[in-house]
């Protein structure tokens, strides 16, 4: 069982950055992959990027490509995802998830654990 919990969201001005962490519990984070969600109102929640469980293969959405970043501190039991040069169309909840396996998955489906979600909001 792993518990998630996101931290970091806010209200940022476009073209501004912030940094979303997501704190895991449990002895066992370093064999999960790990990845971001998001979902803006009226729409289905959308990948946005994911992380294997070294941190050695990453993958992100093309609307973020370039853009945002995903790393993880197994150390710590944190995944984190830098955004930058935020646009107000990244407006959404964003949800870290945890996966029972060690690559790259990018598919809602195959996620076992989600977090809670944490709200960006990027104004015009």
């Known amino acids: 069982q792993v518990q998630l919990v996101e931290s970091g969201g806010g209200l940022v001005q476009a073209g501004g950055s912030l940094r979303l962490s997501c704190a895991a519990s449990?002895?066992?984070?370093?064999?999960?992959?790990m990845g971001w969600f998001r979902q803006a109102p009226g729409k289905e929640r959308e990948f946005v990027a994911a992380?294997?469980?070294?941190?050695?293969?990453?993958y992100y959405a093309d609307s973020v490509r370039g853009r945002f970043s995903i790393s993880r501190d197994n150390a710590k039991n944190t995944a984190y995802l830098q955004m930058n040069s935020l646009k107000p169309e990244d407006t959404a909840v964003y949800y870290c998830?945890?996966?029972?396996?060690?690559?790259?998955?990018?598919?809602?489906?195959?996620?076992?654990?989600w977090g809670q979600g944490t709200q960006v909001t990027v104004s015009s």
């Open positions: 998830a945890a996966a029972r396996t060690l690559g790259v998955v990018t598919t809602l489906a195959r996620y076992d654990y």
């Open positions: 449990g002895r066992t984070f370093s064999t999960y992959a």
């Open positions: 992380i294997s469980w070294s941190g050695g293969n990453t």
